[in-house]
C-alpha cells in the first residue's frame, strides 16, 4: 500500500536521548472528502445519480449507528469492522464489582480487515482506492 508522508522533527526532552533532534515521518493527508464529494465519483462510475447514491450512503451511516447502538458489530464491506468500545476505570478484585459502574464512556472502534498468513503474520486489506501519485513508504 502507497501513502503519502512528511517528514516529523522532534527534539526529546528526556530519558537518555535528552536534547536530540530525531526525525520520523507522519502520514499526510492532501484532504477530506465530502459525502457528496464520493456520491459523485461513485456515480461517474455507475448507473445512478449522485442524489440516489447519497440516499443510500445516507441510509447506511444511520443504520450503522442504529445498530451499533443496539449492540451489533458492523463489517464494512473491504474496509474492517465497526464497533462499541469500552473507557473504564480501573479493575477490581470482587467479581461482583465489575459492572457497568466500571464504564466511563463508549466509544466508537474500527478494526481494519486482514488475513492471517501461514506464519501467523496479518495482511492487511489494501485500501480500494489507490492514487498513483502517493509516495511509497516502504
Do not use: C, W
Not at 526532552?13 to 461513485?42: C, D, H, W
Not at 441510509?59 to 458492523?74: F, M, Q, S, T
Not at 464494512?76 to 464512556?105: H, M, Q, Y
Not at 480487515?113 to 503474520?121: E, Y
Amino acid at each position: 500500500m502507497s501513502k503519502s508522508y512528511k517528514v516529523a522533527k522532534k527534539t526529546i526532552n528526556m530519558g537518555e536521548k535528552k536534547g536530540q533532534t530525531l526525525f520520523s515521518v507522519r502520514p499526510y493527508s492532501y484532504g477530506t472528502l465530502t459525502t457528496e464529494e464520493v456520491a459523485n465519483q461513485i456515480a461517474v462510475e455507475s448507473t445512478a445519480t449522485p442524489a440516489d447514491v447519497k440516499a443510500v450512503l445516507d441510509r447506511y451511516a444511520y443504520y450503522v449507528k442504529e445498530n451499533l447502538k443496539k449492540g451489533y458489530d458492523i463489517e464494512l464491506l473491504g474496509f474492517g469492522k465497526l464497533f462499541i468500545r469500552f473507557i473504564t476505570g480501573k479493575a477490581v478484585e470482587d467479581e461482583s464489582k465489575a459492572n457497568a459502574k466500571l464504564v466511563k464512556s463508549l466509544v466508537p472502534a474500527f478494526r481494519p480487515s486482514f488475513t492471517k498468513l501461514q506464519n501467523g503474520t496479518r495482511l492487511y486489506s489494501k485500501p480500494p482506492i489507490q492514487r498513483p501519485h502517493y509516495l511509497s513508504a516502504g
